[in-house]
């Protein structure tokens, strides 16, 4: 069971993003970069950031393991395609424009051999050109500073939930670890732990010119989730320290 993605009402009330902000970020990169067309959302969740895309006029698909968001973002965002796929081994019948990757999915793949096949599926799905966004934690950031703990609130269904997170570094497996315990009325509390893999700057152009890509840019800020945050036609900069990381690789 994991709270969030079996409820993607919950979700969207723990991390709302009313202003659209990763989709308007890859809007406007894809615009400084690249033309309108068809476009891969990969750990699509809820679909809210395919959905705006679709709207903008792209013609989008989106792919996430989960079942419930696959459902949920069907049924919210009828505008776009959806499936349920795992990233390191999905097979769709297009290859697209453009390819995203947002809010650190792309750290999923925990090992070697799982950078390895998603970044193969990606150049399998991209046409010639195609562009590669991506938005993620930064691990030349969580390498070097204290990782405080978190405590966030929100009220679904009239019911308030609380999580306390609890962030380390594995640095023998190269992960940020995760534990969250979630709390409500009426239940017992729910300890739940995921992970990261955390890469450098270059580590992470390694990866990407061996699948067949060619990085045009990767810069800290501004971003969907950094202070100061991302706005249209920003200078993309940064000295690669902040905790985010964003990229955008071109297809050879």
Known sequence: MNLLTDNPALYEAQFPDPDHKAARFVEDLVTRFHTKGTLLDIGSGTGRDAGYLAAQGFQVHGIDSSTAMVDHARAHHPNARFTV??????????????????DSAFLYCH??????????????????????????????????????DSVRSVIWEGIPYTSH????????????????????????SLVQHSAWRLLFPQE???FLNLAGFD???????PGPRTDPPWRP??????SLSGDRLHLVARKQ
């Open 111 to 148: 090992t070697n051999a799982d950078l390895h096949a998603f970044l193969d599926r990606c150049r399998e799905h991209a046409n010639p050109g195609a562009l590669l966004i991506a938005e993620m934690r930064n691990g030349a950031y969580f390498l070097g500073n204290d990782i405080p």
């Open 215 to 221: 990085v045009v840019a990767m810069f800290d800020t």
């Open 85 to 102: 796929g795992d990233m390191r081994d999905f097979r769709l019948d297009q290859t697209f424009d453009v390819i995203t990757c947002l």
């Open 165 to 188: 997170t609890t962030l380390w570094v594995d640095h023998a497996a190269q992960l940020l670890r995760r534990r969250r315990e979630w709390r409500w009325p009426g239940a017992e």
């Open 204 to 206: 992470l152009a390694m």
């Open 233 to 238: 036609d920003a200078e993309l900069g940064g």
